[in-house]
Each structure stands twice: as structure tokens, then as C-alpha cells.
């Protein structure tokens, strides 16, 4: 009788927590506005779920609210934005009912965000843009370039009829030259990096939303580890220059794919180890020398934007290799 119960209950809350995100689907369909706030609500229904019960009540009330928005909206739009809801939403929630670290939960988060990424990317080109990659990126590259050529001169025009001789306007020239420069394969390189630095924003603001909600909900959740904590551990670094090292030995010996293997590895591990610097800055900054966030916030902002930011990468590869602030269990130095 006790299973019937649960089985009874178990079925009524995912369905009415299917109706929930059909209607979170729905309005994040119709308001192109609020999409990026629905992918951080999107989860947290999902993830109750899997915290209350088990992955089989949530995936069944997943395919629920998929077909509810099929049937009131849009079916190619339902299974697009079931995606992130399924693989963040059972992510967290697997986190939370496990009583993770907060470090751990960041973790997943990032990993599930990265391949939810992959997935819409992959599942958009095929059923909405109903393009092959290679094709987008090279008319993605073809209208930036424009777009930019546009800009640029529009703000040449502009800054001539206020008196600014063409000498002065070279830096905008510099500019568009750099511009130019970008093709296809750079394009691509770019792409693992640019993923892996969106998956890292939004696991830490999905983290922030889904505390924020799910204690309320009495799902207790650590408080979100603070970017100063944050650090690249020697596996992963030694994982990342490894790939890097047989990336450019690839390209060395012209083998199909090396060129790629070894800018797009030298790109993420730049990315990778910039965060790492900045975490560490943040660290000294806030830690050490007891400065103010909004300060901090500041001197990190101005110096990323200027030349100055190469040091990071410095910063964050010797922080790997070191581990000054002591977080990484598999440092080297372990006094």
C-alpha cells in the first residue's frame, strides 16, 4: 500500500511539475528576452524531482512537459529547451540529494553546462537552422567581418566631422585589420574555449539561483564557493598541456586535424589558466592585502581589458604548478 502511495504521489508531482516547465518552456518561447533567466528556472524543477525521487520520475516528467509544449507551442522548441533543463536539472539535483560540496556541485554543473552546450549547439544547426557547421561558421565569420567593417567606418565618418584627422583614426584601422584577419579556422579553434568560459558563468549563476530557491524549498546547499577559491588542479593543468604537446606534434608532422587540435587546446588551456590567474589575484587581493570587492572588481576589470592581461596566464600556470593557496589535494609541494 506504502508503494502504491508513493507511486500515486510520485506521478501527481510530476505532473504538475511537467506543467511547470511546459509553461516556463512556453514563455521563454514567446519572450526571446527572458530565455536566459528560463535556462536557470528550467533546472530547478527538474532537479527537486530528482532529489524527491529518482531519475526515472524525472526523466518521465521531462518527456511530459515535452510533449505538453509540443502540443501548445512548438515541438522542435520543446526538445531544444528540455536539453539544458534535463542535463543541468539532474545534475543538481544528483549534487544536492548527495550532499556535495559546494566545489564539487560547481564542478558538475560546469561539466553538465558544457555538454548541454554541445547539444543545443549540435541540435539547433541540425533541426532549426537547418545548416551544416562548417557552413554557419563560414557565413557567421562573413557577417561579422561586415558587420564590423560597418561599424568601424561609421565611427571613422563620425569622429572626422568632429575634426579627428585620418593619423588619428589608425587605431581603428589596427583594428579592423585584426578583424580581418579571423577565418574559419580560427573560428573553430575558438569555439572549445568560448564554450568552456560560458559553461563556467553560467554553473556558477545557475549555482546562485538554485541556492537561493531550493533553500527556501528546504534543500540545503552550501554557500557558493568564492571565486578566490577557485583553482586549476595539476591533473587537469598536466592533462591540458599533454593535449596541447601532441596537438602541436600533430601539426608538425602535417597530420589531418593537427593544426586544429593544437590552436583550439592552446586557446581553452589560455582560458583556463587566465581564470585560474584571476582567482588568484582575487585571492591576494581580497585575502592578503584585505581590499574591497567592488575595488577588487575594478583593478581585475581594468588591467583584463588593457595589456597587462597576458600576466594572468602567468599568474594561473604558476598557481597550478605551486598551488601557493594550497587548495589543490594533488599538489606537488605538499608543505
Not at 508513493?6 to 516547465?21: F, G, M, P, Q
Not at 526523466?59 to 511530459?64: H, M, R
Not at 564539487?104 to 558544457?114: D, P, R, V, Y
Request: aromatic content about 10%; hydrophobic content about 50%.
Amino acid at each position: 500500500m506504502g508503494n502504491k502511495n508513493y507511486s500515486a504521489k510520485a506521478i501527481v508531482e510530476a505532473a504538475l511539475i511537467s506543467v511547470i516547465i511546459s509553461i516556463i518552456m512556453i514563455l521563454t518561447g514567446y519572450l526571446p528576452m527572458v530565455s536566459f533567466i528560463g535556462t536557470l528556472i528550467l533546472p530547478i524543477p527538474v532537479a527537486v524531482l530528482y532529489i524527491r525521487y529518482n531519475k526515472k520520475v524525472t526523466i518521465t516528467a521531462i518527456v511530459l512537459s515535452i510533449i505538453l509544449t509540443s502540443m501548445l507551442f512548438n515541438p522542435i522548441r520543446a526538445i531544444y529547451s528540455a536539453i539544458p533543463c534535463m542535463v543541468i536539472g539532474m545534475a543538481l539535483g544528483y549534487c544536492v540529494k548527495k550532499n556535495k560540496k559546494s566545489s564539487t556541485t560547481l564542478l558538475f554543473l560546469g561539466i553538465a553546462s558544457f555538454i548541454s552546450n554541445i547539444l543545443t549547439i549540435a541540435f539547433s544547426l541540425s533541426f532549426i537552422a537547418k545548416v551544416n557547421f562548417m557552413d554557419f561558421s563560414s557565413e557567421f565569420v562573413g557577417l561579422l567581418k561586415k558587420s564590423m567593417k560597418i561599424s568601424i567606418d561609421g565611427a571613422k565618418n563620425t569622429y572626422m566631422q568632429k575634426g579627428i584627422t585620418p593619423d588619428q583614426l589608425k587605431v581603428l584601422d589596427r583594428s579592423y585589420e585584426m578583424i580581418n584577419k579571423i577565418d574559419v579556422a580560427l573560428f573553430l579553434a575558438l569555439i572549445p574555449a568560448v564554450i568552456f568560459v560560458f559553461s563556467f558563468i553560467s554553473a556558477y549563476l545557475n549555482y546562485i539561483v538554485s541556492r537561493a530557491i531550493l533553500n527556501k524549498l528546504n534543500y540545503k546547499m552550501e554557500e557558493v564557493l568564492p571565486f578566490s577559491k577557485v583553482y586549476v588542479s595539476n591533473i587537469v593543468g598536466a592533462v591540458l598541456i599533454g593535449i596541447v604537446c601532441i596537438g602541436i606534434i600533430l601539426a608538425s608532422k602535417e597530420i589531418t586535424g593537427g593544426k586544429y587540435i593544437r590552436s583550439s587546446s592552446q586557446l581553452l588551456m589560455q582560458n583556463v589558466f587566465i581564470i585560474n590567474g584571476l582567482a588568484a589575484s582575487t585571492y591576494f587581493l581580497r585575502v592578503k592585502k584585505k581590499l574591497s570587492k567592488p575595488i577588487v572588481i575594478l583593478i581585475l576589470g581594468l588591467t583584463i581589458i588593457s595589456p597587462l592581461s597576458n600576466i594572468y596566464f602567468s599568474i594561473g600556470l604558476m598557481e597550478m604548478a605551486f598551488d601557493f593557496r594550497k587548495l589543490d589535494p594533488y599538489r606537488i609541494r605538499r608543505k
